[in-house]
């Protein structure tokens, strides 16, 4: 079983519309938690950290479940330029490393 | 531009063939990371150091690899004996000591042949 798992995708949605991304992790220990977003044969750029009381940036909004071990983020209002793959990153305690999901793609569509 | 490089962005190499890579961190950033990332897949972490000292490596880095940072500010990672299983974006990342972000810099893509 892969420590952080996602949906690949692709979502195909129109502008406009509201998605929501799932991941879970199977490590208890894990510590912090993060979105990243990553454009095609980019880098991945951190798009949000992710906290128990969920946190909202704009029309992002991402919550997580410590005790479901479930982190979501939703994007409200989607723009053509949110096309990107969105990795769902976990970083366990007593580590530096950051553990990444598979992604999942987001194309918006006109 | 002071964020991460590296060099090269592209490496073609024949299978058998050593490789270096040569990632350069966000100026006083005294974390560096460095993942593979093959196409469909998230970044795996390879190794991190902080300073010139390898804190972590991953079960992934196989005898053929290695990494340095002699330094503690670029680090190098080599590929011996290449096999085409080693084809994939390389990412280095830094961070600072205070910061919990890890800046990721363009990649290096190795296709090996």
């Known amino acids: 079983r892969k420590e952080v798992e996602q949906d690949p995708g692709p979502f195909n949605v129109p502008e406009g519309a509201t998605v929501a991304f799932n991941c879970t992790y199977s490590?208890?220990?894990?510590?912090?938690f993060f979105w990243y977003r990553q454009d095609c044969r980019k880098e991945p750029k951190l798009l949000m950290s992710?906290?128990?009381s969920g946190n909202e940036d704009g029309r992002f909004t991402a919550q997580l479940n410590r005790a479901s071990q479930y982190i979501s983020l939703l994007i409200r209002d989607s723009k053509l330029s949110d096309s990107a793959t969105y990795l769902c990153?976990?970083?366990?305690?007593?580590?530096?490393?950051?553990?990444f999901g598979q992604g999942t793609t987001l194309q918006v569509k006109p | 531009d002071t964020g991460v490089s590296q060099d090269p962005r592209h490496k073609i190499t024949k299978r058998g063939q050593n490789v270096t890579f040569r990632c350069d961190p966000i100026?006083?950033?005294?974390?560096l990371y460095w993942y593979r990332q093959t196409l469909g897949q998230g970044p795996e972490f390879l190794t991190y150091?902080?300073?010139?000292?390898?804190?972590?490596k991953s079960r992934l880095l196989s005898d053929r690899f290695s990494a340095e940072r002699p330094k503690g500010s670029f680090s190098t990672l080599e590929i011996q004996r290449t096999e085409q299983g080693d084809s994939a974006m390389y990412l280095c990342?830094?961070?600072?000591?205070?910061?919990?972000?890890?800046?990721f810099g363009p990649g290096t893509r190795l296709t090996v042949t």
């Open positions: 990342a830094s961070r600072s000591g205070t910061g919990y972000e890890q800046y």
């Open positions: 490590n208890s220990a894990s510590q912090s």
């Open positions: 992710v906290y128990s």
């Open positions: 990153v976990v970083k366990p305690s007593n580590t530096g490393k950051l553990i």
């Open positions: 100026s006083e950033h005294n974390r």
């Open positions: 150091f902080q300073n010139e000292a390898q804190l972590e």
